[in-house]
T-cell receptor, first 114, second 112 residues
Framework: DAGVIQSPRHEVTEMGQEVTLRCKPI?????LFWYRQTMMRGLELLIY????????DSGMPEDRFSAKMPNASFSTLKIQPSEPRDSAVYFC????????????FGSGTRLTVV | LAKTTQPISMDSYEGQEVNITCSHN???????ITWYQQFPSQGPRFIIQ???TKVTNEVASLFIPADRKSSTLSLPRVSLSDTAVYYC?????????????FGTGTKLQVIP
């Protein structure tokens, strides 16, 4: 298995533009998580899905952020409009209910909003 | 949610054994303790998981006392490549690790 795949690895965009981050979880995993990491706030859970259904989005900072999981093999995190304070590394992770190996994280997307 | 507390940073010389302790006073019955390692520009990576007593794999050992309110990750004979941030998490595998909170982690610096 190729692991959790995120794209793009790096994204630089201008303030006000729409940004879409993509994630392909490990095949067979039934939970998917979006995290954001900054120096100031560490790793923050934004939203998680169970069997493609959003379960808890209380970590999503504002209405500018939205996430979807149209099927078991794909998820997106969208920021519209983007702001400089959204600059961070965004990680996607997946897990299998009952697994003894926790989360598997992707390599992350480094977002810079200028 | 079980909150975890770890030292912010630690230094160690190459070849030494490193022990990182994590406190999780309100751990629930179904919770397991999982440790992750994160290198710069990478996502956290699973190291080891346990429920009680001692667990060992090819990378590390995990010691959990009977009351399970703390755990200690032990890295034998560290090398420079072990320089990373180590996170302790508490969560229920049966629940898919949902709503697990990462703490600040422990930044381990291995010195030549």
């Amino acid at each position: 298995d190729a692991g959790v795949i995120q794209s793009p690895r790096h994204e630089v965009t201008e303030m006000g533009q729409e940004v879409t981050l993509r994630c392909k979880p490990i095949s067979g995993h039934n939970s998917l998580f979006w995290y954001r990491q900054t120096m100031m706030r560490g790793l923050e859970l934004l939203i998680y899905f169970n069997n493609n259904v959003p379960i808890d989005d209380s970590g999503m900072p504002e209405d500018r952020f939205s996430a979807k999981m149209p099927n078991a093999s794909f998820s997106t995190l969208k920021i519209q409009p983007s702001e400089p304070r959204d600059s961070a590394v965004y990680f996607c992770a997946s897990s299998l209910k009952g697994s003894r190996f926790g989360y598997t994280f992707g390599s992350g997307t480094r977002l810079t909003v200028v | 949610l079980a909150k975890t507390t770890q030292p912010i940073s630690m230094d160690s010389y190459e070849g030494q054994e490193v022990n990182i302790t994590c406190s999780h006073n309100n751990i629930a019955t179904n919770d397991y303790i999982t440790w992750y390692q994160q290198f710069p520009s990478q996502g956290p990576r699973f190291i080891i998981q346990g429920y009680k007593t001692k667990v060992t794999n090819e990378v590390a050992s995990l010691f959990i006392p009977a009351d399970r309110k703390s755990s200690t990750l032990s890295l034998p004979r560290v090398s420079l490549s072990d320089t990373a941030v180590y996170y302790c998490l508490v969560g229920d595998p049966g629940g898919g690790y949902q709503k697990v909170t990462f703490g600040t982690g422990t930044k381990l610096q291995v010195i030549p």
